[in-house]
């Protein structure tokens, strides 16, 4: 079984976040980059895969050479070799043709995104791969079984869970469930140094694809003030401050 | 000149990092009340590599360069410096002494469980009246034509009833004073090994620290380390890239210390604001992250000299002086920051504080540190 695992570079999630000076761009000075927690959830699926039948897992992200190293992170932990697709990703929608082109010239059976990366939250990479691909697509998934020409999965819904069974090959947008916190891995000694001798493939693009949307700001959330507790049995204190404070009744 | 750590460097220190956080935290502060040796930890830590880090892949290693090891070393003593010390040990003195100087047959037979952690190992020079002044070797080893008898006692011997290893430097004739000593390697399982209690230590208290005592133990002559008078010379070298990993182990005491100390002074108020926001406490943690960042410079520039094959004793005493001179400061300020919470063992510092004093002690004092330096600057 082939898997594919596509990684979106993100800030760490302790970063103090800056823009640059047009307001357009995260400031990149002093920030830490890792895998989007949400692809990692799917990194370690695609892993534990591999250790139980086999499976041969590659690992993409869409970036300049910052991706590199969440790439050679994910080589570390046990992907068997890494692609680094040489554009921008500031658009969902480049990034998902560009890794969809990528995918019709190699075949995978399973091909796994993070729900959603944890800078933009745009959520939109994996539908846009599996609507490019004509494939079916399984999101918010919280768990998985195969074969080798079906799976079965556990998708979280808004009332509960959802458990569907699709063909192969599919994409697949996984998060949180799909495997726990405890079982991400951290690379050991004997990782790295495997990675070092394991492909690292830098590809530019074919085609330029555009989001048609421009992003005119970004601004940060207005800071959380104190919070205040008032007893029980002051109703009348708790209406004025909603009232008079917050402003919202 | 550049001083970016390389990617696959920073990948190290994050792993050790998390390794760290996530393994040698939960339990840290019962395992130091109770001396609890930190057996399921250092499983994982031979596990994930850190237990072998620079010995050749060949023999089971990872592989690495010497400031990989103390990136690790810094990150593992942030958290659980007994967990480091034994680390330690077993890379800088045990692995490397074998690897460096021992003979293929004996890389063959004992690196491999001792890079990959399954077993541990033990490095045995200091004794009851032989702690600086380890040419005074009162352990003697007689050559009886096809082996050695050994007999004596060694102290203070980290990871003295858990190792199944141990690197024992003994007098062999006296008469050639330091030129007749060597070093043999001695399993466990000898005959007339004998391991001591546990010492009651005021810090590292979860790793095991004995005295061991050889009585009549017979040593085969192809354990011995080097040729015959070699013994002085292995283990001085031997301790001169030590010094190296205590040194990164004061680091990581103070760095440890420092992070905590920062983390409290942003959170807990006084005078109406962030203690932080007191130029008290400011200066005192400005004054720390500053000799972090020197003690880290002088280990890494030791470790650099030590992959270039450049002569690193200088650097390394004064990384390992200066290290542990400051993480002895830096963790008494950080318990002074903490205040009364400072002073109970739930905030860590306090057992930081006890877990620095060592390291201006042990693999050569401090003041044989400055002895070492003073010899290079006054050649």
């Not at chain 1, 995104?113 to 959520?123: A, H, L, P, T, V």
Request: charged residues 25%; contains cysteine; glycine residues 8%.
């Amino acid at each position: 079984m082939n898997i594919l695992v596509c990684i979106s570079c993100v800030p760490d999630t302790t970063s103090k976040i800056n823009f640059t000076q047009n307001k357009k761009k995260l400031d990149e000075e002093g920030i830490t980059f890792i895998i989007n927690p949400y692809d990692e959830f799917c990194l370690t699926k695609a892993i534990f895969m591999k250790e139980s039948s086999g499976a041969n897992v590659t690992v993409i992200s869409v970036g300049d050479s910052k991706s590199e190293s969440v790439l050679r992170k994910a080589l570390a932990i046990g992907a068997d070799n890494a692609v680094r697709i040489n554009a921008d990703s500031d658009s969902s929608k480049s990034v998902a043709n560009l890794i969809a082109d990528y995918c019709s010239k190699n075949k995978f059976d399973i091909i796994f995104c993070g729900r959603e990366s944890i800078d933009f939250n745009g959520g939109q990479v994996p539908g846009f791969i599996a609507a490019k691909l004509n494939l079916p697509f399984i999101n918010s998934c919280v768990g998985l079984d195969y074969t080798d020409d079906k799976i079965n999965a556990k998708r979280e819904i808004d009332s509960g869970h959802e458990m569907c069974e699709c063909s192969l090959p599919a994409v697949v947008a996984g998060q949180k469930g799909l495997v726990e916190e405890k079982d991400l891995k951290i690379p050991s000694m004997r990782g790295i140094m495997t990675a070092r001798t394991k492909p690292l493939e830098i590809l530019d693009p074919e085609s330029t694809y555009n989001n048609n949307i421009e992003i005119l700001e970004l601004s940060k959330p207005s800071e959380r003030s104190d919070c205040k507790i008032i007893s029980e049995d002051n109703v009348g204190e708790l209406v004025q401050l909603l009232h008079k404070e917050a402003k919202v009744i | 000149m550049n001083f970016e750590l390389s990617s696959e460097q920073k990948l190290i220190r994050d792993s050790a990092r998390d390794f760290a956080n996530n393994e040698l935290l939960p339990g840290v502060i019962e395992r130091d009340e109770l001396k609890q040796f930190p057996q399921s930890q250092i499983k994982k830590m031979g596990e994930m590599g850190f237990m072998g880090m620079m010995v050749n892949p060949k023999y089971g290693g990872g592989g690495m360069d010497t400031v990989s090891y103390i990136l690790a070393m810094e990150e593992i003593s942030k958290i659980d410096a007994s967990c480091s010390v034994i680390m330690s040990v077993n890379n800088s003195l045990v692995c490397w002494g074998i690897e460096k100087y021992g003979t293929d047959e004996q890389k063959n037979k004992f690196l491999p469980e001792l890079a990959s952690g399954k077993i541990i190992g033990a490095f045995c020079l200091s004794e009851p009246e032989a702690g600086s002044d380890a040419t005074s070797q009162k352990t003697t080893a007689k050559d009886m034509g096809d082996h050695y008898l050994l007999n004596g006692t060694k102290n203070w011997i980290t990871n003295g009833s858990t190792a199944s290893v141990y690197l024992v430097i003994a007098q062999t004739d006296i008469e050639k004073g330091h030129k007749g000593i060597n070093a043999f390697i001695v399993e466990k399982s000898f005959d007339g090994v004998t391991i001591g209690p546990r010492e009651n230590k005021l810090g590292i208290r979860s790793s095991d620290t004995t005295s061991i005592m050889f009585s009549d133990v017979v040593v085969p002559k192809e354990n011995r380390i080097g040729d015959d008078g070699f013994g002085f010379k292995f283990a001085m070298k031997t301790l001169e890239g030590g010094r190296i990993g205590i040194a990164a182990q004061a680091l990581g005491i103070a760095a440890g210390a420092y992070e905590l100390s920062l983390k409290y002074a942003k959170e807990r108020k006084a005078f109406g604001k962030e203690i932080i926001k007191h130029q008290a406490i400011a200066f005192k943690l400005a004054d720390m992250a500053t000799e972090i960042d020197c003690g880290r410079l002088l280990c890494i520039k030791a470790g650099w000299q030590k992959d270039n094959d450049i002569d690193y004793s200088q650097t390394g005493s004064m990384a390992k002086l200066y290290c542990a001179e400051k993480a002895m400061r830096i963790t008494t300020e950080a318990v002074q920051i903490h205040g009364g919470y400072g002073f109970v063992k739930e905030y860590h510092v306090e057992r930081l504080m006890r877990d620095a004093k060592i390291t201006q002690i042990y693999e050569g004092t401090s003041e044989i540190q400055k002895i070492v330096i003073s010899r290079f600057i006054l050649k």
